[in-house]
């Protein structure tokens, strides 16, 4: 038969997107039931990763177009004691967060990679966020407060009692596009003296509203035991908090005209998961964030490898991915120019990791 005689199959093309995404899924199957990359090393001297990132874990097949082929989980900073609160500022370009045992908070610049203490001290702050205005709010465990920044320097008192007694040492903080800043109070860092000052916590733990106007405090729940890490849905119309009692879990309310919760919530998600060679294992969420479709990020912890790191839950609340650290992870935000990077605050470091998703909100 002649050459000529034969005809060939048209090329095949595929374009770069559908590759990448391609090969993330085709890895997926591999990943799920593997266990975490052993020894894996972080440092700047190390070997690049080979792609896909064998640590960014699909565990239901949508979570696979959120995650990039070609990317790879990085560690941006080491050094600290306990990391906390990552915000990001978008007009500076910079991420801050908290080492609440060393009483500082450190900035990360997106222009170079560098990093320096922010503010010192610091009053052991926690969570931190940028308010409607750009301003810093930041939950301080020293001062039993919700303080923040303004643009002149000077730091307003927003909530530091509650019914003549002084709250418990406030944890995380979000801001509502009404103004409204919600905070939650479990007391972490009044029970020693390693994030804060030790003393007795006089009241119950809760989650609080300061309005945005007026100032007025308001106890929107106190249907939980340790009420930890907060955000809202997309359309603010469900407020998610993390549980660190003894529930170990996440839990939802109903937010009702943008100021008010209804009844005493539902559990959303528990945090027990099944890891590859140790059976069932228990930890707990920290940290969340929503992103733009509506699933739940949540910075996971105390369960040893292939636990530690960020969950990621649809908003059926089946856990869909995840992302495995080295190190307990603590609390996350979405930031970059494009809040397409998720940022991770993970015990004695911070890392950084693009996805395919957005950020539901500012910080």
Known sequence: MRQDDVTFPAPLRIG??????????????????????PGRDYGTGAAPVRYPDADIVTLDPRFNKYKLGNTAIQRLYTGTLWAEGPAWNAVGRYLVWSDIPNNVQHRWLADDGHVSVFRNPANHSNGNTFDNEGRQIACEHGTRRVARYEHDGSVTVLADRWQNKPLNAPNDVVVHPDGGIWFTDPGYGSMMNYEGNKGTLEIKEAVYRIDGKTGK??????????????????????LYVADTGRAQNVKVWDVT???????????????????????????????????????????????????????????????????RLPEICSNLCFGGPRRNRLFMTASQSLYAVYVETQGAHRT
Request: hydrophobic residues 35%.
């Open 217 to 238: 405090l308001d106890l929107v729940t106190n249907a939980i035991e340790k009420p930890n890490g907060l955000c809202f849905s997309p359309d603010y119309k469900k």
């Open 257 to 323: 005209d943008g100021t008010k919760l209804r009844g005493d919530g539902r559990e959303f998600t528990g945090m027990k998961l099944q890891v590859p060679g140790r059976g069932e294992v228990s930890g707990g969420a920290d940290g969340i964030r929503t992103d733009v479709d509506g699933n739940l990020w949540a910075a996971a912890g105390w369960g040893g490898a292939g636990y530690d790191g960020v969950h990621v839950f649809a908003p059926d609340s089946q856990r869909i991915g995840q992302i």
């Open 16 to 37: 770069r997107r559908a590759l990448l995404t391609g090969a993330a899924a085709t890895v997926a199957g591999a990943a799920f039931g593997r266990q975490q990359t």
